[in-house]
Every structure is written in structure tokens, then in C-alpha cells.
């Protein structure tokens, strides 16, 4: 831990370098060679339109990160509950598995009109995206997790008469959580893609003001400066999420995974 | 042992002496290798329970799911407070057997017993053996997530057993394999043969009758090994307790138990029923007696003879 500035500075400082490089690049291209800013927005005028006069598109990340956050939230609870579930019995898992498949593989633009339609309009069924899009990851990690459980472990649980309660809460969860981290980091960013996605679509309808409905808008009249800051809004909410998580999972598991 | 324990212990004591008026015999062979004074913490309270758990197999078989028959018609008796080696080639059955003895598994044939010592009555597997019953594996088998004292307390917790009196015997436990300053670590800081002290410790938390040991300090070096054999020795001399002992090694068999028997390949079937000649008293240096280079070749041989 002593190392902690410098693994810091390692860790963030070549990436911030590079994003710096690469944005310079863009911009001294766009200007030499004078490229209309409708095609190619300068990114100073992107971080322009974040600044004073931004405040919509901060607004939009706030509805998103809202949206966002209750989806992965719903995803979380939900998965690892389907998970102890599908753990729980072979028969189960057998007949149930392959349809939280459909989690996976729905095409979430066919059916964000229809849950407009079952649901309204407004945050919820943007949410409701988010959670379909990010729920299978954390079924599927958190079940591999908690299947492949060491045997002798099992056995020594079995040997002093442990309730199956206490199987779970005290061996099989715990070793899964390593898994459970693994599907959380994965679903944070589908999450956000989700809701942003569902915004696209049908968030124009109502009051939901996301960063996919602003999307939306600036592409129409044609604002490329602020679609792009719209967009790098969005993969920071991933990026931040992402990183929570990390968090979390560092000091959970520091003491005893390999991981960390 | 506090309290609580003791009375739990006490009460299924007494469910299963119900039928019998034998008194409880104070006195065993082994008490004559105690070395006792050597470890004043392994003096038990005289009002202890007296005795290992005996296990009688009869003609029992396990084929697995797969067409594999990993035994077919073992007989064994093994008396109340015996050290049993077993020893056979790789793959031959040997873990199987154990844990048939710890009813972690079922027999499709035959039948496995316990059995009190004194009246030899037979006691059938889920009755009362539960915490009689302790099973160390190859590896030590630690939750990593727990330091070495929420590991070793475990068993009682998972029994049900109060946080304070749980933690006192797992202290007790941990001084007993020599552990003792390491009780808050977490066991990816320990060394294997720490690990594997823990794993001992953990197994006898719950002062079981039986101690089931599956190949257990098979990934240690030598002298780890023969330390942690040294202290098992005088563990089980002082803790009245029956102990089964699967090794690979002639050595490690020759120098803890009093028994030892050796399986053929699968299906396992017991080709040599040895019992050693060797003194009770086993302290490091016999291992380079003549008598005991000859024990081990008696082992050595027998095992040779059926691995071709
Ligand atoms: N659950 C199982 N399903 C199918 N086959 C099994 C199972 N468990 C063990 N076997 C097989 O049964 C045989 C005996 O296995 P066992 O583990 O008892 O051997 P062992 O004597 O303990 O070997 P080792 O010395 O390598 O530990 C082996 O051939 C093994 O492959
Ligand atoms: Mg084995």
C-alpha cells in the first residue's frame, strides 16, 4: 500500500496523456485542413458545450444517471436472487436457464416501444431498459460462482449438519462474490448503454429529459459538438460506475483474493 | 472446555450411554505414551467423555455414476481409539472409503457403522455422530475470507454454538497445533504448513471421537511433515480419539499409527492387515531405529507387491 502515489499516478496519468495527444491531433487536423464543424465537431467546442450554456446536457446526465443507477440497482437485487435460485435446484436451472437467455439476446429496440406502451411513459420504462440489457451478466456470473463452490468445502459444511441457509450465506456467496463483482462491472456499463438506448427511443415522448433524448435533438438540428458531448457524458457515467464497483470490490476482496 | 459445550457434549453423552450401565473406563493404553507433561495444555477435565468412536464396514461397495466400482466388498474393523494407516496406490479407492466413514456419502452395498467402545453397539450414520466425526482433507481447505480463528471456529458456529464460548475453544485449539500468534491472519498469510496447522486446528475444535485424515500433509515438505506428524502423534495420544490416517507415504504410516493397512488397486480390496511392531512411545528419533526401517519395509513391501 505504501506504493499507493505512484500506483496512482501509473495508472492515470498515461491514459490522460494519451486522451490529450489524441484530442490535440484532432484538433490541429480539423483546423489545417478546415473541415466543416457540422462533420467533424473541434474538441474544444465539445468542452465548450459542456460549460456555461451546458446545463441541459448536465441536466440529461442526471435523468440518465438516475435511470441508469435504478436499472443496474433492480439488475443487481434481481440477479443474484434469480442466481441463488438457479443454484438451487438442478431441475430448476435446467427447465429455467436457457430463457434468461432471452435477457441476452431481446432486441431492446423492438420492445422499448412496447414497454411505452405497458408502462408509460417517463423513467420507467427507460430503467426498465436498463435492467433488461444489464440482468444477465450478473445471473450468469453470480450462478457460475455459485455452482462451482470447492467440494471439500461443501463437504465440510455438510459434515457439521449446516443449514442450507448457512451453506449459502457463509460459504457459497462469499466465494462467488469474486464472480458477483465480474457480472456487476459488466452490467454497470450495459446499463447505462440500456437506458441511453431507451431514451433514443422513447424517451422524446415525455418528460424524460436524457442524454439519449438530447442525442436526439442535437443530431436533428444538427449540433454535432453537442451529440459528441452527449455521448462523452454517457461513457463517463459507465466509466464511473465501472469504477465504483471496482471500489467496492477492492475492499471486499482485498484481504483474500487474489484479485485485489 | 466451557460451559455450554460441555454440557452439549454431556447431553449426547448421555442419549447415547442411555443403554448401558457400563461404566466409562478411565483407562486406556495409550495413557502410557501420553508425554503429558510435555503439553500441560492437552490435559483434559476428568469428567471427559472416555473414548474414540470404533467403525465397523462390512461388505461395502460404491460404484459411481460412471461404471467406476471403487469398492467392492471391504471388510474393517477398527477398534475405539485406534491410529489406522491406510495406504494404497493412486486412484485405488482410498478417499472414497473415508468418506463413506464420514457419511458424506452412501455405500449401494453394505454397511458402515460407529460404535461406542465399551458395549460395541452399533450406531448407524445421522444419529448422534455429527460432531464426533472430523475429516481434514489433502489441502487445507481454509475460507479465505475469514482470519484463522472465525476458520477454526467454523464447525462449532455451523453446530450453533454461542460466539464466546466458540472462540474460546478455537483459541484452545489453535494453541494446541502451535498457532498461537497467528490467530487474526488471514490465510493467504500463512505458509502451507500454517494453513494446514489451522486446517488440524479447525478439526479439532469440536473434540471429535474420530478423526478422519485424507492424505493430509501430502503437499508439505519433509520437515513440516514429520513436525506435524510429531505434534499428531502426541495430539491423539492425549485426546483420546480414534484417528484414520490415508497416506502415501510408508514412513509418515509407520511412524504415527498403530495399524496399518494396505488396499489393492481399484477396486480396493484390504491385501495386507499389518499392525506395527514399534514402541508407543514415538518421539522423532525412532524414525532412524533399525526397527523402524524394518516396519517401513514390511509396508514398503506389501505395497509393492499389488502395485504391479
Ligand atoms: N464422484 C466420482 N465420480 C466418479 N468417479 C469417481 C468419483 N470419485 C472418485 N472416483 C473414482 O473412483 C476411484 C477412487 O477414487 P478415490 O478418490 O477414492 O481414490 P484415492 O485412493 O483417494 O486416490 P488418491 O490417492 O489419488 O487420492 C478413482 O478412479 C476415481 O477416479
Ligand atoms: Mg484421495
Known amino acids: ?260 | 472446555m466451557s460451559e455450554r459445550l460441555l454440557k452439549r457434549f454431556d447431553r449426547t453423552d448421555r442419549a447415547r450411554n442411555e443403554q448401558h450401565v457400563t461404566p466409562k473406563a478411565h483407562f486406556s493404553m495409550k495413557d502410557h505414551a501420553l508425554g503429558l507433561t510435555m503439553l500441560p495444555m492437552l490435559q483434559k477435565p476428568s469428567h471427559h467423555r472416555e473414548s474414540g468412536l470404533g467403525v465397523r464396514i462390512e461388505g461395502v461397495r460404491r460404484q459411481f455414476e460412471n461404471g467406476v466400482v471403487a469398492l467392492d466388498g471391504i471388510d474393517l474393523n477398527v477398534a475405539s481409539g485406534e491410529f489406522l494407516a491406510i495406504l494404497g496406490p493412486s486412484g485405488c479407492g482410498k478417499s472414497t472409503l473415508l468418506r463413506l466413514i464420514a457419511g458424506l456419502d452412501k455405500p449401494q452395498g453394505g454397511n458402515v457403522f460407529t460404535m461406542e467402545a465399551s458395549h460395541g453397539r452399533a450406531d448407524r450414520h445421522g444419529l448422534g455422530t455429527r460432531a464426533d466425526i472430523a475429516y481434514v482433507f489433502q489441502d487445507a481447505h481454509l475460507l479465505p475470507w475469514r482470519n484463522v480463528l472465525a476458520n477454526v471456529a467454523l464447525p462449532l458456529e455451523l453446530m450453533g454454538i454461542e460466539r464466546k464460548v466458540r472462540e474460546e475453544s478455537a483459541l484452545r485449539a489453535i494453541e494446541q497445533v502451535g498457532l498461537g500468534d497467528a490467530a487474526d491472519r488471514y490465510p493467504n498469510q500463512l505458509s502451507g504448513g500454517m494453513r494446514m496447522r489451522a486446517s488440524l486446528a479447525r478439526a479439532l475444535v469440536t473434540e471429535p471421537r474420530l478423526l478422519l485424515m485424507d492424505e493430509p500433509f501430502a503437499a508439505l515438505d519433509e520437515i513440516t511433515r514429520q513436525r506435524l506428524d510429531d505434534q499428531l502423534r502426541a495430539l491423539w495420544a492425549a485426546l483420546n480419539m480414534t484417528v484414520i490416517f490415508v497416506t502415501h507415504s510408508t514412513i509418515e504410516a509407520a511412524f504415527l499409527a498403530q495399524r496399518a493397512i494396505v488396499l489393492s488397486s481399484r477396486p480396493a480390496r484390504i491385501v495386507e492387515d499389518y499392525t506395527l511392531n514399534l514402541p508407543a512411545e514415538r518421539t522423532g528419533s525412532i524414525r532412524s531405529s533399525p526397527a523402524f526401517a524394518r516396519e517401513t519395509r514390511v509396508l514398503y513391501q506389501a505395497l509393492e507387491r499389488n502395485e504391479v
Not at chain 1, 85 to 99: E, T
Not at chain 1, 116 to 130: K, R
Not at chain 1, 211 to 221: A, D, M, Q, S
Open chain 1, 1 to 260: 500500500m505504501k506504493h499507493r502515489p505512484t500506483t496512482f499516478l501509473a495508472t492515470v496519468l498515461p491514459p490522460a496523456v494519451a486522451l490529450i495527444v489524441v484530442l490535440a491531433a484532432i484538433e490541429a487536423w480539423a483546423r489545417w485542413t478546415h473541415q466543416p464543424a457540422y462533420l467533424v465537431p473541434r474538441p474544444s467546442t465539445i468542452f465548450l458545450a459542456l460549460g456555461p450554456g451546458g446545463s441541459a446536457l448536465w441536466n440529461a446526465l442526471l435523468w440518465t444517471a438516475v435511470a441508469s443507477l435504478a436499472g443496474f440497482a433492480v439488475s443487481t437485487i434481481f440477479g443474484i436472487f434469480a442466481a441463488i435460485l438457479l443454484a438451487g435446484s438442478k431441475w430448476v436451472r435446467r427447465a429455467v436457464y436457457p430463457y434468461t437467455l432471452f435477457f441476452q439476446t431481446v432486441p431492446i429496440v423492438a420492445i422499448a416501444p412496447l414497454l411505452v406502451f405497458w408502462m408509460g411513459v417517463g423513467i420507467v420504462p427507460v430503467a426498465t431498459c436498463a435492467f433488461v440489457v444489464s440482468v444477465f451478466p450478473v445471473i450468469a456470473n453470480t450462478l457460475s460462482g455459485l455452482v462451482s463452490t470447492e467440494p471439500a468445502l461443501v463437504d465440510l459444511f455438510r459434515l457439521y449438519g449446516a443449514s442450507r441457509f448457512a451453506s449459502l450465506w457463509k460459504l457459497r456467496l462469499p466465494a462467488a462474490l469474486p464472480n458477483i463483482f465480474t457480472g456487476l462491472r459488466i452490467a454497470a456499463g450495459l446499463a447505462v448503454i440500456g437506458a441511453v438506448v431507451a431514451e433514443f427511443l422513447v424517451g422524446t415522448l415525455g418528460e424524460h429529459e436524457g442524454l439519449g433524448v438530447r442525442i436526439v435533438e442535437n443530431t436533428k438540428y444538427a449540433y454535432p459538438d453537442r451529440v459528441f458531448a452527449a455521448v462523452l457524458l454517457a461513457s463517463f457515467l459507465g466509466l464511473a460506475m465501472f469504477a465504483a464497483i471496482n471500489f467496492i470490490a477492492f475492499f471486499s476482496l482485498r484481504r483474500w483474493h487474489a484479485s485485489q
